[in-house]
Structures are given as C-alpha cells and as structure tokens.
C-alpha cells in the first residue's frame, strides 16, 4: 500500500464519515428550522411598531406613576405658598395627598349616559320591590281570608251542633211536662218523614217571613230552655229553679262556659 492510498481503518478516515442512521439528519433539519421560525416570531413582535392607542396607554401610566416635578407651573406656585412633597393640601395638611384618581372613558356612551343607565336600573329595582310587596300582601290578604273562613264555618259547624242538642233536650223536657206539640216545628228535631212531608210548607212560611239562622235559632231556643225548665246545654244540667239556675250556671252563651 503506497502512502498516498489511506487506510479506511484508521481514525482519520473515519472522523470524515457523516452519521449516516436512517431519519437523523431530517429531525435535526426539522428542529432547527422551527427554532430559527420561532426567533424571527420574536423578532418581529420586538420590531412591531405599537398603535397609537398602545402609545396613549403607555405614555399616561408612566406619566401617573412619577410625582409632579418642581418645573411644573401649578406645583411651583404650591411650593411658594408653603407646600411640601407628601404633605395633604389645606392649612391645616388634612386634604387630599394623592391626585385625583383619572378614569377613562372606554365607551362610547356620551355625556351623562351613566346617570341614566343608574337610574333606569334604580326605577327596574324600586318596580321589582313594589312586586314583591304586593304579592306578600295579597299572600297575607289570601292567607287572612282562608283562616277567617276556616273559622266561620267551624263556629258555623259548632253552632249547628249546639242547635241539634237543643232540639233533642226540649223534646225530651218537653214530653216530660206532657207537651205533645213545640211551640215552634222547629223547637223538637224533626224525622225524615216529617221533613219530606213538611218541605211544602216550609217553603210557604219562608215566603211569607224572613228565614231565621242557626244561630238566632239556637239564642231563641236556648232562652226557652233555660225560661220553661231551668235546663242549660252547655252544663248538661236541670236546676231546681231560676235561682238555682242564675247563681250556678255561668251564663246563656258557649263562651261563658269555656
């Protein structure tokens, strides 16, 4: 082997080989292709020319995060009259010590938009209350007239009870002193027969006077019982006399003996 012909076994030689595995070469080509798109992203978000609003933002944020400066006409003419950096405004340095807070407007609503928008919202708030309010009264007017009507008919209830208790007690009185015959048809309590039989002239009667209630009935009938034979429904009780009656039955209604 002569010296120019170079030994294909030596380092030399192999130093000069590429790596020549399947796919390597094209995902180091891919890689380094999206990390040089990636660089020039960077590079054009740095070179973007801002907008005029970006601008405006930057320069007013910078200009409210540094203080007045002595070359300011306004804060020169402050100092003369005595003021200092940090002190609150007035004679007595109780004002104000920070400048007023500056709001930007970002609509496009014009001037005094923002009362109307409150007090649309007030008027939407104070019709939703008056709602409110008048259905918890019509709930309580509702809820109101359902316990004065469960009340009635249950005094209603009581009252017919107290008047059949009646009938029965002056019938049975009655027939003891030898009655044969009520002094009204409705003083005794009446069979089924007797009321088909007597439906006819009831509806005559009715015609010709004013239909009594339970309840005038039942004071009517009560006074009768308690008059004629010193009987009281309520206590259950025949007294010996009127005497006897008034000195210990407590009185000619329920609600004296509850």
Not at 168 to 190: F, H, M, N
Not at 192 to 198: C, G, H, I
Request: aromatic share 6%; with cysteine.
């Amino acid at each position: 082997m002569s010296d120019e012909d170079e030994d294909y076994m030596s380092d030399a030689f192999l130093s000069k080989m590429q790596d020549v595995k399947p796919g390597v070469s094209m995902v180091r080509r891919v890689k380094e292709a999206m990390k040089k798109e990636e660089r020039q992203k960077e590079n054009n978000a740095k070179n973007r020319q801002k907008t005029v609003k970006q601008q405006e933002e930057e320069s007013r944020e910078s200009a409210l995060q540094s203080s007045i400066s002595s070359q300011n006409k306004g804060f020169a003419l402050l100092q003369k009259m005595g003021y200092r950096a940090g002190q609150g405004l007035g004679k007595e340095g109780a004002g104000r010590v920070d400048p007023i807070p500056l709001n930007i407007k970002t609509d496009r609503g014009g001037i005094g938009m923002e009362e109307v928008k409150k007090r649309k919202a007030e008027e939407e708030l104070e019709r939703y209350q008056q709602k409110v309010r008048a259905k918890q009264r019509n709930e309580t007017k509702s809820l109101q007239e359902f316990r004065s009507r469960v009340r009635t008919e249950r005094e209603e209830r009581k009252i017919e009870g107290d008047l059949r208790r009646s009938q029965r007690a002056c019938e049975q009185l009655d027939s003891q002193k030898g009655i044969t015959v009520p002094r009204e048809d409705w003083y005794w309590p009446k069979a089924d027969a007797d009321v088909e039989e007597d439906g006819l002239k009831e509806e005559d009667e009715e015609e010709d006077a004013e239909e009594l209630t339970s309840f005038d009935k039942l004071q009517i009938l009560t006074s009768y019982l308690r008059g004629i034979h010193f009987y009281c429904i309520w206590c259950g009780t025949t007294y010996n006399d009127e005497e006897d009656l008034y000195s210990n039955c407590p009185g000619d209604t329920a609600a004296d003996h509850e």
